[in-house]
């Protein structure tokens, strides 16, 4: 089993929701900020309600792309395994990780969106209403949101893989996973060489990666338990389901 079935339409349903939610986040953005535009109206609470928004929205959509990532890998690789009680636990820790990674993402986002509005200060003071909206465009606008939503779609994916180890590994299997690129001349120097490598030798290739990151990438993806290696990585896990007893005859 790999990729989440009809990932790039995800992709691109997470996109759509998510600038809907910054379209209005903008808005109300521009009309705070007053004419001549100034960021000292926009208080503190207003960005942290941003924020909070962001956070639901995302919470639900990472859930979303988690459980029917679990899903399938688990359902391909061993149908009927998930009973009542491992179904539980699943949805629990995709709660749980949905939550962490919408909150990791909403505060970073917000946290640029303010530092963006803040120093265009004379900017928006002084420039023209084109200038206004491009600063209001890179502070909270599509551009940003496709971004998260490749990256964010590639995060929960591998994160809902992973969490088809449960039944599998109850059932007594193992699951064996490998780094699958898309194989085509878009792919990035960092996860080239790890295409079809399984996860003992992922912080081996980032650590000797000759493209820049390398380092951060190898944290970032430990922590994740594979891609992504970088912002709108592209790349998925792989999985095969084998016996307990052949691992350990190896």
């Not at 639900?60 to 029917?68: C, E, P, S």
């Not at 995709?94 to 509005?117: E, K, N, P, Y």
């Not at 912080?203 to 290696?229: F, Y």
Request: proline fraction near 6%; include cysteine; charge should be negative.
């Amino acid at each position: 089993m790999s990729e989440l079935n009809d990932r790039m339409g995800v992709e691109r349903d997470f996109a759509r929701r998510l600038s809907r939610l910054t379209a209005r986040q903008r808005r109300e953005l521009r009309e705070l900020l007053g004419d001549p535009p100034d960021p000292s109206r926009v208080s503190a609470a207003d960005w942290q309600r941003w924020e909070d928004e962001r956070r639901k929205e995302l919470t639900l959509i990472l859930l979303a792309v988690f459980l029917a990532t679990f899903a399938q890998h688990a359902d391909e690789m061993l149908p009927g395994a998930v009973d009542d009680s491992t179904a539980l636990e699943v949805n629990r820790q995709a709660l749980l990780q949905a939550g962490a990674m919408a909150a990791d993402s909403a505060a970073s986002s917000i946290s640029t969106a303010r530092d963006i509005v803040t120093t265009s200060g004379e900017v928006l003071a002084t420039g023209t209403a084109a200038d206004v909206e491009a600063v209001l465009s890179r502070a909270l606008g599509p551009d940003r949101d496709a971004v998260t939503a490749a990256t964010l779609t590639t995060q929960a994916q591998t994160r809902g893989t992973n969490a088809a180890r449960i039944p599998l590994e109850r059932a007594g299997f193992n699951m064996v996973t490998r780094w699958i690129t898309e194989k085509d001349d878009r792919v990035c120097p960092l996860c080239r060489p790890l295409h079809m490598k399984v996860p003992d030798l992922w912080g081996l290739v980032l650590e000797n990666a000759l493209a820049p990151g390398g380092s951060r990438a190898q944290d970032e993806v430990i922590a994740n338990g594979g891609p992504p290696a970088h912002p709108n990585c592209r790349c998925y896990l792989k999985t095969q389901a084998e016996p307990k007893a052949t691992r350990e005859r190896f």
